[in-house]
């Protein structure tokens, strides 16, 4: 089973950390976790991916449990234009995308 | 730099028409291809992924078909729209890469279709 469970939505506040949560407990030794988000009306936007180390780019940071069954997606000061729907998928070729977390960043 | 080109970005259509929208990618050579389409408030759904051309791997049965006449060109096609089939559809691309992360997806703007 290759899905992913995430929370249907979360808020945070302008310019406080947004932790998006998700749980891959299927995940096997070599997948990687992928995170996208998707802002209304658009196509999905590559975040960030790992393996088991935590990763850290210019959009956001992952954070991979020890055991890899979970993950959290950090964007530290986050602002009004990160409202928007994040996916975190897992696999090779092929991913399975579920229905994401619903951020809304409030003023 | 890689780019992903879609069209229509929206179409209406009649229910038993036929459909065709076509992706394509520039600045990359045999690219992993990927058709998703999102119904209203919903998640993405896989439909098709394709690892070279002629190869085409079908995810959910349905009257949806692709094909990948050239190596960063991918089609979608119906012989006839259902009222079902409304929906985003989006393509994607990624590296045909040996390493697993270079697995990370690229989607295009999307095609917006609604069956009348």
């Known amino acids: 089973d290759a899905k992913t469970t995430q929370p249907p939505s979360m808020d945070c506040a302008e310019g406080r950390a947004a932790n998006l949560p998700c749980n891959h407990s299927t995940i096997s030794g070599n997948e990687y976790v992928y995170w996208y988000r998707q802002i209304h009306s658009q196509g999905p936007q590559y975040i960030i991916h790992?393996?088991?180390n935590n990763e850290t780019n210019e959009m956001a940071s992952l954070i991979i449990t020890e055991d890899r069954k979970s993950s959290t997606l950090i964007l530290p000061h986050a602002t009004l234009r990160d409202t928007a729907v994040y996916y975190c998928?897992?696999?090779?070729?092929?991913?399975?995308f579920g229905t994401g977390t619903k951020l809304q960043v409030i003023p | 730099s890689q780019t992903i080109h879609q069209w229509p970005a929206t179409l209406v259509q009649p229910v038993g028409s036929p459909l065709s929208l076509e992706c394509t990618v520039e600045?990359?050579?045999?690219?992993?291809l990927y058709w998703y389409r999102q119904a209203a408030g919903r998640g993405l759904q896989l439909l098709f992924y394709s690892v070279g051309i002629g190869q085409i791997s079908s995810e959910v049965p349905q009257n949806l078909s692709a094909s990948r006449p050239q190596d960063r060109q991918f089609i979608l096609s119906s012989k006839k729209l259902l009222l079902s089939d409304s929906g985003f559809y989006l393509c994607?691309?990624?590296?045909?890469?040996?390493?697993?992360?270079?697995?990370?997806?690229?989607f295009g703007p999307g095609t917006r279709l609604t069956v009348t």
């Open positions: 790992g393996l088991k």
């Open positions: 600045g990359t050579s045999n690219p992993n």
């Open positions: 998928t897992r696999g090779y070729q092929k991913v399975t």
């Open positions: 994607a691309w990624s590296a045909l890469g040996v390493r697993e992360r270079d697995y990370e997806q690229y």
